[in-house]
C-alpha cells in the first residue's frame, strides 16, 4: 500500500456536542493539575505521612499524573510513567507532597485555616466550572469532578488545604527585603556599559598576501587532516522515480482552459494603480477646515497628527484602490505623491488625505502569463496522471517486480545515489522529506513500496549495500584541500598579525594606524555587534582596565580590542532603574523562597516523615 507524507496524521470524528464536553475536561485538567485520575486500587490507602497528615495514594497518583502531562507538553511528545521515572520525576513529586503536607501538619497545630466563603469563592472562580456566561456552572462541577475521581468534600478540602498554606507561605515569606549591598553589587555589574574600539583583520590588513601553496604542502595539509576529507559512511540505493516535473511538459494545453483561468484570476494580471495613504479625521468641518488652513501656512503634517493625540501607525490605510476609498477616491487620486487631499467628507467625519506613494498600475497580458498558465496545467495534469498510477506501481511491486521492471511496465526513471543518513544531498531526489525519511529506514531485507512525494510524485527505493567511510582521492578533493589550506593559512597569518599590533598598541600606538577602526561608544553586557561572534561582548566585559588590549579569535574572525571607557550604570535611565527594580524583586523573591523552603523541610523533620516506597512503586507500576 503507498505511504503519503501524511499518512499518519489522524483526523478527529467527535460530534460537535462531544467536542465540547472534552473541551470542559480539558479546562479542569489545567485546573486541577491533574487529568484521568481515579481512586488507587487495593488495601493500601496512604503512600506516607508527615506527621499527623496522611499523603493518600490518590494524591500521589493525582499529583504524578499532572507533573507527567507538563513533561509530557515540554518534551513534545508523550512519556510513559517509567520514563519519567528514570528522570526522577516520581522523586519531585513526592518531595512536592511532603512539603505540602508538613505545612498542612503545622497550620492544622497551629489552627490556621479559611472559612466555607472563602473556598466557596475559590472554586466558583475556577474557569473549568463555569458557563458560557461566566457564571457558576453546578452540573459541570459535579460532572468534572467526576470524571477525576473526587467528591465535593475532597476537592473543597483540597482547596481550603492550598488556602491554608497560602496564608502560612505568607506570613513566613513575605516580610523579606534583599540586602541593598547585594541588590547595588550585581545592579553596578550587570548594568554596567563600556566603550570600545575594534581593529577587524582581514587578508587586507597583512603586510603581504598569503603565499600559494606548493602540491607538497597540500598533500601534507590533507594526510594530517584526512578526517576532512573523508565520505562518511553511506547508503548506496537504487531507486525508480516519476516526478511531474519530468512529464509536464508532455500533458496536453488547451487555450480555452487558459483563457477562462486568466480572466478567473484578472486580479493577478491586470493591477490597478494604488496609493498608501494616511487618513487623518477630524470631528467637524470646522476643525477640519482650521487644520487645512494650518497645514497650508506650513504645519507639519505630522504635527496635526501628534495634535489629535494619533500616531501615524494610528491613521494609517495601507495601500488602497479606488474602490476602497469610495466618495474620498477622486480627490485622493488627484494629488500627486506626498500631497494631501480635503477635507474630504466620510463616513467618519470629515478628514485629511495624506499620499505617501503612488504605486503605478500594472497589467501581465495574456500572452505573457501563457507560459505560467501552461505550466499549472500541465503539472497539474502530471501529478493526476501519477496519481492514478500509484496503484498499479503497488501491484506491480507486490507481484515481484523489481524497480528496473517499473522502468519498462510504468516509465519511471531509474537513478543510484549514496545517502547519508540524515542529511540532505545534492541529487534532486533527496531535496524531498519522504524519500529522505525513507532512504534513511530502508534495510537491506525490505521489501519496495510506491511512497508518495510531496509535489505528487512517486518514488520506490532499495537498499543495495552501505558504503563504508573512505578518504577523498587526493586528485578528487584538491579544490577542497586547497580552500581549506588558504583559510587555515590566512587564520594563522591574521592571528600573529594580531598579536604585534596588540604588542605595537601596548606601547603605545594609535589604533587607527593600523587600519579601520570600528568605534562602539557605550554598549551593555547583552549588546550586539553585527557580524560579530557571541564571544566578543564576554571579552571586552572580562577586560579590567580602561586602555587594556584584547584580541578576539573565532572561526573566519580575528580582531584587536582596545577598552576605551568603562561607564557605571546611568542613575537617571529609566530602562535601567526598571532593570535594577526588577532584580531587587528578583533577589527578594529569591531569598523569600529559600527561606520558606527551609522552613518547610523544618517542619517536615520536627513532624516527621514516613514513606511506603513499597505503596509508592505500586502506584508507579498502575501508571501506563
Known amino acids: 500500500m503507498a505511504k503519503t507524507p501524511d499518512e499518519d496524521v489522524k483526523r478527529p470524528k467527535s460530534k460537535a456536542k462531544e467536542a465540547a464536553a472534552w473541551v470542559m475536561i480539558g479546562m479542569l485538567i489545567v485546573g486541577l493539575g491533574g487529568f484521568s485520575i481515579t481512586n488507587f486500587g487495593g488495601g493500601v490507602r496512604s503512600v506516607g505521612s508527615v506527621g499527623e497528615v496522611e499523603i493518600t495514594t490518590d494524591d500521589y497518583a493525582r499529583a504524578f499524573q499532572g507533573r507527567l502531562s507538563a513533561f509530557a507538553q515540554q518534551f513534545g511528545q508523550p512519556i510513559s510513567a517509567q520514563e519519567a521515572i528514570t528522570f526522577g520525576l516520581d522523586r519531585e513529586v513526592m518531595q512536592q507532597l511532603v512539603d505540602q503536607a508538613a505545612l498542612d501538619n503545622e497550620a492544622a497545630r497551629i489552627g490556621l485555616s479559611v472559612g466555607d466563603a ?41 482547596i481550603r488545604r492550598e488556602l ?3 496564608l502560612l507561605q505568607n506570613m513566613i515569606a513575605g516580610g523579606f527585603v534583599a540586602p541593598q ?44 587532516n584526512i578526517a576532512t576529507f573523508t565520505r562518511p559512511e553511506a547508503k548506496r540505493i537504487t531507486y525508480a522515480a516519476l516526478l511531474p516535473e519530468a512529464i509536464a511538459k508532455d500533458q496536453p494545453v488547451d487555450d480555452a482552459m487558459l483563457r477562462q483561468m486568466y480572466d478567473d484570476r484578472i486580479a493577478e494580471f491586470v493591477i490597478p494603480e494604488r496609493r498608501i495613504v494616511e487618513r487623518l479625521v477630524y470631528p467637524d468641518q470646522a476643525s477640519a477646515d482650521a487644520a487645512k488652513a494650518e497645514l497650508d501656512a506650513g504645519t507639519p503634517f505630522e504635527a496635526l497628527v501628534t495634535a489629535r493625540g494619533l500616531t501615524l501607525d494610528a491613521i494609517d490605510l495601507g495601500d488602497v484602490t479606488v474602490e ?17 487631499a480635503g477635507p474630504v467628507a466620510t463616513d467618519l467625519g470629515p478628514a485629511l488625505f495624506r499620499v505617501v506613494s503612488v504605486l ?25 496522471l501519477i496519481s492514478d498510477q ?20 510504468a516509465g519511471l526513471t531509474l537513478g543510484t545515489i549514496d545517502h547519508v543518513p540524515g542529511q540532505q ?54 579544490d577542497a584541500v586547497d580552500a581549506a589550506w588558504r583559510a587555515d593559512a590566512l587564520t594563522k597569518a591574521l592571528s600573529a598579525r594580531a598579536i604585534e599590533i596588540k604588542a605595537a598598541l601596548e606601547g603605545g600606538a594609535a589604533i587607527g594606524t593600523f587600519g579601520i577602526v570600528d568605534v562602539t561608544p ?4 547583552d549588546g550586539f555587534i553585527a557580524d560579530a561572534p557571541d564571544s566578543l561582548m564576554p571579552a571586552v566585559f572580562a577586560m579590567a582596565n580602561e586602555g587594556d588590549v584584547q584580541v578576539v579569535e573565532e572561526p573566519g574572525f580575528v580582531a584587536v580590542i582596545r577598552l576605551d571607557r568603562i561607564l557605571p550604570p546611568d542613575a537617571t535611565d529609566e530602562e535601567a532603574q526598571a532593570f535594577r527594580e526588577a532584580l531587587v524583586e528578583r533577589a527578594r523573591q529569591a531569598i523569600a523562597g529559600d527561606a520558606f523552603a527551609a522552613f518547610t523541610r523544618a517542619l517536615a523533620d520536627e513532624a516527621g516523615i514516613t514513606l511506603d516506597q513499597a505503596a509508592i512503586n505500586a502506584v508507579n507500576s498502575s501508571m501506563p
Open 425 to 478: 544531498g545534492t541529487d534532486v531526489i533527496e531535496g524531498y522529506p519522504a524519500f529522505r525519511a525513507a532512504a534513511d529506514a530502508v534495510q537491506a531485507d525490505d521489501y519496495a513500496e510506491a511512497i508518495v512525494l510531496e509535489d505528487g510524485g512517486v518514488v520506490a527505493l532499495r537498499l543495495d549495500e552501505v558504503v563504508p567511510a573512505a578518504p577523498i582521492p587526493f586528485d578528487e578533493a584538491r
Open 360 to 384: 503605478a498600475a500594472d497589467e501581465t497580458t495574456f500572452e505573457q502569463a501563457r507560459e505560467t498558465l501552461a505550466i499549472e496545467i500541465q503539472t497539474d495534469a502530471a501529478r493526476r
Open 118 to 158: 472563602v473556598v466557596a469563592s475559590r472554586v466558583t472562580e475556577i474557569p473549568a466550572f463555569q458557563s458560557l456566561s461566566g457564571g457558576f456552572d453546578r452540573e459541570a462541577y459535579s460532572f468534572a469532578l467526576e470524571r477525576t475521581g473526587q467528591t465535593e468534600a475532597e476537592f473543597e478540602n483540597g
Open 164 to 166: 491554608s498554606r497560602e
Open 522 to 525: 557605550e554598549i551593555a553586557r
Open 181 to 224: 549591598s547585594m541588590t547595588d553589587t550585581i545592579f553596578a555589574w550587570a548594568a554596567e556599559l563600556r566603550g570600545f574600539s575594534m581593529l577587524r583583520l582581514t587578508e587586507a590588513d597583512l603586510p603581504s598576501p598569503v603565499a600559494d601553496p606548493t602540491e607538497d604542502e597540500l598533500k601534507a595539509y590533507y594526510d594530517a
Open 390 to 409: 500509484v496503484e498499479e506501481i503497488d501491484n506491480l511491486l507486490a507481484g515481484g517486480a523489481t524497480l528496473e521492471d517499473l522502468v519498462k511496465d
Open 324 to 340: 476602497d476609498l469610495g466618495q474620498a477616491a477622486e480627490a485622493v487620486f488627484a494629488v500627486e505623491e506626498g500631497g494631501v
